[in-house]
């Protein structure tokens, strides 16, 4: 794996919990406009909070000429780019942070919307790098898989040609591949490859390591991005709402007998695993697209409940509220004896669902700046989201979004922790998950 030092400042800001028994979580926050993000890391055993500015400006070269030649070759002019966005917005969208994937020697992969390098984090040292897997500087996909015991990387590529495509058709097929990386020895080995889609979200392992899962995030409108608001184009919008998104994929794959399944759902987010029972999984379909930098809501997100059997996946259970709006994190958990799946719904309710039931257990409220009009979408967000995490016996939900911290007491149903992180940007914004693990920090 090649690799690039990045530039990273460091600081610290007295910071408690006040006794929460929460695990170490890191939380991921863009500069607009400035190609810097900065990750907030909240050690359980320590009473401060640690920050790390990476600053990007100039990674976007390691792809920006390959992006032009693939316009050259379909034709498509040098300043159109995916999503109605410009190029500096672009470049923005591709390297935001996005999630957390533990990796061996206190390091993290970072993983970013939509780029052709990996984002390695090493919270010993605070430094930070850029690195090539050497798969033919293809675009990677954002949330990873890796293995603790074997120290095995499990990702997923594309060529940007195919997304370059997919401006002028959004239903394109995509070739895609998907590796296996040895740490250890540094060999990369070809595991499948066929047709799914750009945006590929998150890869997953079952915990038996027979199945593969690999998401489709999208994102992708029907119809053509209008230039002008509602008001000045109506007919333009209005087509926008009556064909809706593009459906993504999800693909299972039997990494024993070769067999594949593929599941459609508006908007394929992530992949959780019930605890006590390896065969459950939940899906999360998020049913947002991009308008230019702006997320805009279609309808009720949902969590699907599949048994994935010999024979192949099997609905067996599903999730949706009218007020179900725009996922971001979705955790799985025992509390006092129940499992729950906890969401963080756009744009302040954390949705508790029984895991058994997929019927609504319980929601917490945050204060919000946004309310979502339910009688006609797609509906801009008008703020930030915000992620969850749930403390290590499962009494307390935490949620971090742009700028905050807030505790809630699951069985009291609201939020009474509130706490501001300091020297949080005016021009920042939070931008994904929360990671949650145990690193002990070395001296």
Not at 160 to 184: D, G, Y
Not at 249 to 267: D, Q, S, V
Not at 287 to 304: A, D, E, P, R
Request: contains cysteine; proline residues 5%.
């Amino acid at each position: 794996m090649k690799h690039t030092n990045l530039p990273v400042s460091d600081s610290e800001q007295p910071f408690s919990l006040h006794g929460f028994c929460f695990p170490d979580i890191i939380s991921p926050s863009l500069h607009k406009g400035k190609m810097a993000q900065t990750h907030y890391f909240f050690p359980a055993s320590n009473q401060s909070a640690i920050s790390l500015r990476v600053e990007l400006k100039g990674a976007e070269e390691n792809c920006k000429p390959d992006l032009a030649e693939a316009k050259r070759k379909c034709s498509i002019d040098y300043n159109k780019f995916p999503y109605g966005q410009s190029e500096s917005q672009w470049w923005e969208y591709c390297m935001a942070p996005h999630s957390y994937l533990p990796l061996n020697d206190r390091k993290i992969q970072i993983g970013l919307n939509f780029f052709n390098r990996f984002l390695h984090l090493d919270l010993n040292s605070r430094s930070a790098q850029l690195i090539d897997p050497g798969v033919g500087n293809a675009m990677l996909s954002s949330t990873n898989w890796f293995d603790q015991k074997t120290g095995e990387l499990w990702f997923a590529s594309w060529p940007i040609e195919e997304t370059v495509r997919r401006i002028v058709n959004p239903k394109e097929n995509v070739r895609v591949t998907i590796w296996r990386f040895s740490v250890q020895n540094k060999h990369v080995e070809h595991v499948w490859q066929g047709d799914l889609g750009d945006s590929l979200h998150q890869l997953s392992l079952s915990p038996d390591r027979r199945l593969l899962i690999l998401t489709e995030l999208g994102l992708r409108l029907e119809e053509d991005i209008p230039a002008e608001s509602p008001d000045q184009a109506p007919s333009a919008w209005r087509r926008v709402r009556e064909r809706g998104l593009v459906p993504s994929k999800i693909i299972i794959l039997n990494l024993k007998t070769g067999e594949e399944w593929r599941l459609p759902m508006l908007t394929a987010g992530h992949v959780e695993f019930n605890p006590q029972d390896q065969e459950i999984c939940y899906f999360s379909g998020h049913n947002i697209g991009l308008i230019g930098v702006k997320v805009g809501i279609f309808g009720s997100g949902t969590i699907k409940k599949f048994r994935l059997k010999k024979t192949g996946p099997e609905l067996v259970g599903e999730f949706s509220n009218p007020h179900f709006h725009r996922i971001t994190t979705h955790i799985v958990f025992s509390h006092r004896g129940k499992i729950l799946i906890g969401v963080s719904g756009y744009p302040n309710t954390v949705f508790l669902i029984d895991a058994t039931t997929m019927k609504l257990y319980k929601t917490i409220a945050m204060d919000s700046a946004d309310v979502v009009e339910t009688s006609q979408f797609p509906h801009i967000c008008q703020q930030d989201s915000y992620g969850i995490a749930v403390s290590k016996d499962g009494e307390a939900i935490l949620a971090i979004g742009t700028g905050f911290v807030n505790v809630a007491a699951i069985d009291e149903g609201r939020f009474y922790f509130h706490k501001k992180i300091e020297n949080y940007g005016a021009n920042s914004c939070f931008t994904g998950h929360l990671g949650m693990f145990n690193i002990s920090l070395k001296e």
